[in-house]
């Protein structure tokens, strides 16, 4: 059992093999849990304590005559016939803070630390299959909630034969989809915690087992793909479209609350007579209604009592892209209601939404863009920048790329369905990144071109919050840069909405905006360049 009750997060503590000092999971340090890892428990020369040894001595007398060593010598020492007479002449012992004692500039070769980390890497698991199911007593009554955080990491079963087969499913993905080796050991050591007392029938939930392995700094992702695996993990999380729509209509009236909860799982699941919108629409949507709703909320509780004066009084405070927004979300909440039986008469009938007109298109300026080129330093961000303000890829379509898209040989890479050439430039930056990507992440069984420290250990494509953030902040976002390669296009070939339709694969209103907008820069020119 842990030495610390429910809930209760374990202090600063020193620990119980170096004496160090410091904030950490556990009885021992990061740098002794592995040391023990590699070798055997016995009473140490030095200081009679039962740890586990390195040449007859512990990691604390390693420490001290290490300490010693360079104190009279000013080099690190190795070797086990320089460092005998030093950890046979340590005769106490200074207490440390933890990490400080990491050593940096060692003695070592390359050759050393590779024939180290080799040695200390544990043996393939042996092949094992799902337990032969055995007789049991039946349970009268549903499974009880297991307690996780009461459990010691140094009480799991090893010899459970669940273990055994999560172990070698573990193995398996790992060699599959690259893992490390922190990664196979992070997961090896949460399987032990959570599989320790199971039997067959049970389900492990997901809300039983994120906050223990959280805190022991354990990742939960590559668990819950091995429990998945196996056919024993129930995902009992809370959705956070749950919680966001909770927020969101949180202040409301009761009846009004109730209705416009109907009206987004409306749109978000669909119905016999709707097609399902996209989560983002869906955010869209309640967050541009929620402010008059909440000022309906104070004099009426449900929405058929709202009227058309009401709309009307609420529309002539907004102007612009304000109004055409929150009328076209007002009228999609209306219609909805007129069609389930809620409200008598659709309030926002026959009020014209009308047409917004969208702004003149102006291209970057030079400066600019050369400041976004500045802010690219690494091989993804560098291509990432090239995708947009050369070929004009959305972030999505950056983000969904995947390696067969891009063909280096043949000069062609494929956006969004359709074959375009590679440029010069283009090619270099997806040729360094492809080095960058082969020498990162050898083993990674990702598919998707442009991967992260999160997306190569697993399957998913990277999110389009990492795919912008170099460009963040910038003048030239990727979104600019994207809009302004399509307005170049328009600049230089001349505002053909066809052309432009063709080569970008663009809607016919949009290539025609792209169109007018390349036809009023031109006409400004030609006004200017006139005596």
Not at 15 to 27: I, K, M, T
């Amino acid at each position: 059992m842990s030495r610390y009750p429910q809930g209760y997060r374990k202090p600063t503590d020193s620990c119980d093999g170096c004496l160090a000092w410091g904030d950490f999971s556990g009885r021992l340090c990061p740098a002794c849990y592995m040391f023990g890892r590699s070798h055997e428990s016995a009473p140490c020369a030095g200081c009679r304590r039962v740890l586990a040894l390195k040449w007859d001595h512990c990691r604390l007398c390693w420490c001290q005559a290490r300490t010693n060593a360079k104190a009279a010598t000013g080099m690190p020492t190795v070797s086990r016939e320089v460092m005998t007479p030093w950890l046979q002449s340590v005769r106490h012992h200074q207490l440390f803070f933890m990490g400080v004692h990491y050593r940096r500039g060692s003695a070592l070769t390359a050759l050393h630390h590779t024939r180290a980390r080799e040695a200390s890497c544990k043996p393939t698991p042996p092949s094992a299959w799902r337990p032969r199911p055995r007789w049991q007593q039946l349970t009268l009554f549903e499974q009880t909630p297991r307690d996780f955080a009461r459990l010691d990491p140094a009480d799991a079963d090893l010899a459970n034969p669940w273990l055994a087969w999560a172990k070698h499913l573990a193995h398996q993905l790992a060699e599959a989809r690259g893992w490390g080796r922190n990664i196979r050991f992070a997961v090896n050591r949460a399987l032990a915690l959570v599989l320790t007392g199971y039997a067959d029938g049970d389900v492990i939930r997901h809300s039983e087992i994120f906050a223990p392995l959280r805190a022991l700094d354990l990742g939960v992702g590559h668990v819950v793909t091995v429990l998945q695996e196996m056919g024993i993990f129930l995902d009992d999380s809370e959705p956070s479209f749950e919680r966001w729509l909770a927020d969101r209509l949180d202040g409301l009236a009761s009846g009004i609350r109730a209705e416009a909860e109907r009206w987004t799982r409306t749109l978000r699941d669909g119905s016999p007579r709707s097609l399902p919108r996209r989560e983002g629409t869906v955010w869209t949507y309640l967050n541009r209604v929620r402010p008059v709703l909440l000022d309906w909320s104070e004099h009426y509780d449900h929405l058929r009592e709202v009227t058309r004066d009401d709309v009307l009084a609420h529309v002539k405070t907004l102007h612009g892209r304000h109004r055409h927004d929150q009328l076209v979300a007002l009228r999609s909440l209306f219609a909805w209601a007129k069609r389930s039986g809620l409200v008598f008469r659709n309030p926002t009938s026959r009020i014209k939404v009308g047409r917004y007109e969208s702004g003149l298109l102006q291209p970057l300026a030079a400066e600019q863009v050369d400041r976004a080129v500045a802010a690219a330093t690494t091989p993804a961000t560098r291509l990432i920048l090239a995708l947009a303000a050369v070929h004009a890829a959305r972030v999505a379509q950056i983000a969904t790329l995947k390696l067969d898209d891009a063909d280096p040989g043949n000069r062609r890479l494929v956006i969004a369905g359709r074959v375009r050439p590679l440029d010069d430039l283009t090619l270099t930056l997806l040729r360094d990144w492809l080095d960058y990507r082969r020498q990162r992440w050898p083993n990674t069984a990702n598919l998707h071109l442009l991967i992260n420290q999160q997306t190569a250990t697993g399957i998913s494509r990277a999110s389009n919050h990492w795919i912008s953030a170099a460009m963040r902040g910038q003048d030239a976002t990727l979104e600019r840069l994207r809009v302004d390669r399509q307005l170049e296009e328009a600049l230089v070939q001349g505002p053909d909405p066809l052309h432009l339709a063709e080569v970008f694969g663009l809607h016919e209103t949009t290539a025609m905006r792209y169109a007018d907008s390349a036809r009023a820069l031109l006409e400004q020119a030609a006004e200017k360049s006139q005596p």
